[in-house]
């Protein structure tokens, strides 16, 4: 990594005009050097702490098919969970139901926010 963000300005031109048609488009973006001055001052504790942090803020969303039945998918799921030191996401960050099945005759339409069942 280092040596790439050594090495970004010897890159092929059109890579680079690539690079910085990005770089306008991005609302927050850093130049090589500022990110090679940050990667030299990371150390393994970091790294460590980081994808601890990462796993723990993870959304895991599982289907599982096959010959299993609920208890024992579910004592999988929790395993997985258990590694990964997890906590239970917010409602909030849930997604809602995607299929929906509609009576005959009926039809679903969105008004704004507002979903209807006509």
Known sequence: MIRNLKNHSKQQPHQLAMYNLQRTQSERSFTPDEKLAEVEQLNFEDFTRLSQDILRNIFVETLVTGNLDKEKASAMLKSG???????????????????FELPLGKYYETCGNAHILS
């Open 81 to 99: 969970l258990d590694k990964l030191n997890g906590q239970p996401v917010l409602p909030c960050f849930l997604n809602g139901p995607r299929v």
